[in-house]
């Protein structure tokens, strides 16, 4: 797969803690195999101090965290595991999950939904904070500049969240600058409940989309390597749905041999800006 690819040196840039692993993790399991160097970057990986949001703080409540322990720390330490597990090597930035965010008018970025263990996050444009889209953009560049890819794989952002899309248009810009091809990945497991499209920014576009199987042991692995986020896994596994299996269901859609694997969108370029 990654050497059909040019992909001697993987670099995928994660929005958050776990993000890359739920989406791609096969296929970094599956480029370490194949005798790539993997590295994956997660951008929104910062600890903040209190006051939290209500929604962090519940948030904190569900990942069965104590008011004091440090959430952030916590699950740093679950994505080296499973990273590790992977055989990629990690890099966390210092920025903060929109959880712990406000808004420019001092309000909450995350509310929480009556009922529900999800979140709403309110909508900004990805530059909606020139400062630190600008900051985010900066530091992508310094990890491409040390690990050197020969492809960038990040996320799709169909969802919307604002996390997702500064760190996928952040990414674009710093690859086009560097003449660095990149992929998209689909966001699992947003995809499989509310599909949409990713909208990228002006002159940029998605190729056509690429399911790509990958051996049994790399599904083996990615899978593994998912239980060791028990904070997420709380939140998307359990008796009454089975994440594992709708990750099967859902490969399973798209594979003409019906073996595990995940889809990716080449980006184009464009000229014209357009």
Same mark, same amino acid.
């Given at each position: 797969m990654?050497?059909?690819?040019g992909?001697d040196?993987l670099?995928?840039?994660?929005?958050?803690?776990?993000?890359?692993?739920?989406?791609f993790?096969?296929?970094?399991?599956?480029?370490?195999?194949?005798?790539?160097?993997?590295?994956?970057?997660?951008v929104?990986?910062?600890?903040?101090?209190?006051?939290?949001?209500?929604a962090?703080?519940?948030?904190h409540?569900?990942?069965g965290l104590?008011?004091?322990?440090?959430?952030?720390?916590?699950?740093?330490?679950?994505?080296?595991a499973?990273?590790?597990?992977?055989?990629?090597?990690?890099?966390h930035?210092?920025?903060?999950?929109a959880?712990?965010?406000?808004?420019?008018d001092?309000?909450?970025?995350?509310?929480n939904?009556?009922?529900?263990?999800?979140?709403?996050?309110?909508?900004?444009s990805?530059?909606?904070?020139p400062?630190?889209?600008?900051?985010?953009?900066?530091?992508i560049?310094?990890?491409?500049?040390?690990?050197?890819?020969?492809?960038?794989?990040?996320?799709?952002?169909? +969802?919307?969240?604002?996390?997702? @899309?500064?760190?996928?248009? !952040?990414? *674009?810009l710093?690859?086009?600058? &560097?003449d660095? #091809?990149?992929r998209?990945?689909?966001d699992?497991?947003?995809?499989?409940?509310?599909?949409?499209?990713?909208?990228?920014?002006?002159?940029?576009?998605?190729?056509?989309?690429?399911f790509?199987?990958?051996?049994p042991?790399?599904?083996?692995?990615?899978?593994?390597?998912?239980r060791?986020?028990?904070?997420?896994? +709380?939140m998307?596994h359990?008796? @009454?749905?089975?994440?594992? !299996?709708q *990750?099967?269901?859902?490969?399973? &859609?798209?594979? #003409?041999?019906?073996?595990?694997g995940?889809?990716?969108?080449?980006?184009?370029?464009?000229?014209?800006?357009?």
């Amino acid at each position: 797969m990654t050497h059909d690819l040019g992909a001697d040196r993987l670099l995928a840039i994660s929005p958050h803690l776990d993000d890359a692993v739920l989406s791609f993790g096969a296929g970094l399991a599956q480029a370490e195999r194949d005798g790539a160097k993997v590295t994956v970057h997660t951008v929104f990986a910062g600890s903040a101090t209190p006051p939290f949001s209500p929604a962090a703080e519940r948030l904190h409540s569900i990942w069965g965290l104590s008011p004091d322990q440090d959430a952030s720390l916590r699950r740093r330490e679950e994505d080296i595991a499973a990273l590790g597990h992977l055989g990629a090597e990690y890099r966390h930035s210092r920025f903060l999950d929109a959880i712990y965010r406000k808004s420019p008018d001092g309000r909450w970025l995350a509310d929480n939904v009556p009922g529900r263990q999800k979140l709403a996050i309110g909508p900004q444009s990805p530059q909606g904070d020139p400062e630190l889209f600008a900051a985010v953009k900066a530091e992508i560049a310094s990890i491409v500049g040390e690990c050197d890819p020969t492809l960038i794989v990040t996320c799709a952002a169909a +969802s919307g969240h604002v996390d997702n @899309e500064i760190t996928r248009d !952040a990414t *674009l810009l710093v690859a086009r600058e &560097k003449d660095i #091809p990149v992929r998209l990945w689909e966001d699992l497991p947003h995809a499989m409940f509310a599909p949409g499209a990713a909208e990228l920014p002006a002159g940029f576009g998605l190729g056509v989309p690429d399911f790509v199987s990958v051996e049994p042991a790399a599904r083996t692995r990615k899978f593994e390597a998912m239980r060791l986020y028990p904070t997420q896994m +709380s939140m998307l596994h359990g008796p @009454e749905k089975d994440l594992f !299996a709708q *990750l099967e269901g859902h490969a399973r &859609k798209s594979s #003409p041999q019906g073996a595990y694997g995940e889809t990716t969108w080449p980006v184009i370029a464009r000229e014209d800006n357009g």
